[in-house]
């Protein structure tokens, strides 16, 4: 099962992808997660990447195309993929054709998760998540049960991300408008797109993507 989970920012595509990890044992492949732990370590990429990411602009089509194409090829045949925040742009779903095909991978799903854009500027200023193990949290809609501790694994470390200030989500919004909306109806054409109310509360969407992923 290969399934693309595509939104504006804030949608819940993260908040989702770690919820089917946990049931199915998929392998959640995120750019943005990939990039910033680039920019972490400093690579090559990372450096190159860091300013376009702070702005909310998007990194180039060869890099995070090379990046989804090497951790396809680190992780089993057999382990299914989320796609999550990629493809981007017209040009990325042309070479995610490509780079599936050429691993005898076929796209199964494209989750459309539809959102008000009003929420989400709340939704990401008042996300964090755990600095040990990644568990993403909301300030209002997901708190720790127990606060400053994360529910996953005990850590006490949270941490908040550069880009989620509300001038560049405006940004981060407006280049989805731009640039990723657009690749819709090369999925529709192909019959393969499912719209999810991304508004609902977030054990509604996770019901019904399960209810497309069983179909
Ligand atoms: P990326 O990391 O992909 O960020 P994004 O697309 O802006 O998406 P977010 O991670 O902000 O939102 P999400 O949909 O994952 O929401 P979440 O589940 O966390 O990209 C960052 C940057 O990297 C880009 O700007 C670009 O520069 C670069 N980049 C990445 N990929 C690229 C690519 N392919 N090409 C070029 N450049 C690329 O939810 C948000 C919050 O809301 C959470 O706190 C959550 O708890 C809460 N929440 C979730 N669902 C609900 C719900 N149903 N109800 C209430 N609250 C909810
Ligand atoms: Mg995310």
Same mark, same amino acid.
């Given at each position: 099962m290969n399934i693309i989970l595509l +939104? *504006? *920012? +804030?949608?819940g595509k993260g908040t989702q992808a770690q919820r089917l990890v946990e049931r199915h044992g998929m392998r959640q492949l995120s750019t943005g997660d990939m990039l910033r732990a680039a920019v972490k370590a400093a690579t090559p990429v990372g450096l190159q990447a860091k300013a376009v990411m702070e702005r909310g602009e998007l990194v180039s089509d060869e890099i995070v195309s090379a990046l989804i194409g090497e951790e396809l090829d680190a992780m089993g045949s057999e382990t299914g993929a989320i796609f999550d925040g990629y493809p981007r742009t017209e040009a990325q779903a042309h070479s995610l054709d490509a780079i599936l095909g050429q691993r005898g991978r076929t796209l199964n799903h494209v989750i459309e998760l539809a959102v008000d854009e009003d929420a989400l500027v709340e939704r990401i200023t008042g996300r964090f998540t755990c600095a040990n193990c990644g568990k993403g949290y909301h300030d209002k809609f997901e708190r720790p049960q127990v606060d400053g501790t994360c529910d996953k694994c005990g850590s006490t470390e949270f941490k908040r991300r550069p880009d989620d200030n509300e001038e560049t989500v405006r940004t981060r919004m407006a280049e989805y408008r731009a640039k990723t909306a657009p690749i819709l109806p090369i999925y529709e054409a192909r019959g393969i797109v499912a719209r999810v109310d991304g508004m609902a509360d977030m054990d509604q969407v996770t019901a019904a993507i399960e209810q497309v992923i069983a179909s």
């Open positions: +939104g *504006p *920012p +804030g949608a």
